[in-house]
């Protein structure tokens, strides 16, 4: 049974700055104050997990723990089915140690090489956890296929590069509220409202 979330103090148990953004533009509406485990010195654990899923809930409850409060973890990334599920739960990984997301994104292209299947999924699990070590996650997905060159400078990772079945803008190149209506983790946000942020 999924935990009910209270208004006051939430960390974001995450040093991406864009997925703080992100993630604190989605929980202030309901009256939730987004901290980031950064700005707490709270160090980054290391991912550890096979599985989207398995990487957010370590994350979600060692930032709980270490804060004594509620902690929101994402673990996310993008899965290129032709690559065998790379570059999954390694996605920042790709990037290296500066984030250099093109670097990642050209990698990416490289390794496809002439391959016609240019599908693709961005996957996201969200663990919403708290310091006495009770957890709850959830998963959401968006699928679409990759173009080169990269378009658009909006979004972060590998927005560019990442055009969502239907449309014709990239992650990159859409504004803020249009990405946030459809994204992956928009989807795995919607059933945490449902299950533990919504009035009962």
């Not at 989207?52 to 370590?58: D, G, I, T, V, Y």
């Not at 723990?65 to 973890?73: F, H, I, S, W």
């Not at 699928?143 to 990239?170: H, I, N, Q």
Request: proline share 7%.
């Amino acid at each position: 049974m999924a935990r009910r979330l209270q208004t006051g103090k939430l960390v974001i148990a995450s040093h991406n700055a864009g997925k703080l953004r992100e993630i604190a533009d989605l929980v202030a509406p309901f009256g939730i104050d987004a901290v980031s485990a950064g700005s707490l010195g709270l160090p980054e654990p290391a991912e550890t997990g096979t599985t989207f899923r398995a990487n957010a809930e370590l994350k979600a409850l060692v930032a709980a723990d270490g804060a004594g409060l509620p902690a929101l973890a994402d673990d996310s990334g993008l899965v290129v089915p032709t690559l065998g599920g790379a570059p999954g739960i390694h996605s920042a990984r790709w990037a290296g140690p500066q984030r250099d997301f093109l670097r990642a994104m050209t990698r990416v292209e490289k390794e496809l090489g002439a391959s016609k299947d240019r599908s693709a999924f961005f996957l996201c699990a969200l663990a919403l956890a708290w310091p006495d070590g009770h957890c709850d996650s959830f998963e959401g997905r968006v699928d679409g296929s990759l173009v080169w060159p990269p378009r658009g400078a909006r979004g972060f990772g590998y927005d560019p590069v990442f055009l969502p079945d239907g449309e014709t803008l990239t992650f990159g190149e859409m504004a803020p509220a249009q990405k946030h209506a459809m994204s992956h983790r928009a989807r795995a946000f919607s059933q945490l409202v449902s299950a533990c942020l919504a009035e009962p």
